[in-house]
């Protein structure tokens, strides 16, 4: 027999564009492809500026928590990205919440700062909805 699913969790298995806005500098785009079991369970694969990584987390009722190491020249960069999944009658679902990162700047590989680092605000929408890509 198959477990139940955890009632009135949300589904955010897929893919999704992510929209980071830094204390400085401008907002910066990332993607998550994720899947969900369920019980709420979420792995996939995150992709940042600065490379891929798996990503990993839960989902309990309409809050997300999701976290992740993306690669850097001066050792992994941890992310923890926390939020709820909104709905509105004017737009489609929309992730949005918190990051939390280091307070450091990673090194991309075109040279330069790939990130800015430490708290930030975040959203997501599905990768094939382009109704609700406006800034931060």
Known sequence: TLPAAVPDTVDVSGSWDVFVAYTAGPPKRHTFVLSQDLQGELTGTHKGSIGEAPIGGA????????RSQLPSPGGP???????????TAEGPPR?????????QTATAPTGGAAETSGEARWYAVRSNDDSNRSRL
């Open 59 to 66: 989902a309990q009722g309409k809050a997300v928590t999701l």
């Open 77 to 87: 960069l941890p992310y923890v990205f926390t939020g709820v999944l909104s709905t």
């Open 95 to 103: 992730l949005e919440g918190r990051l939390e990162c280091p307070a």
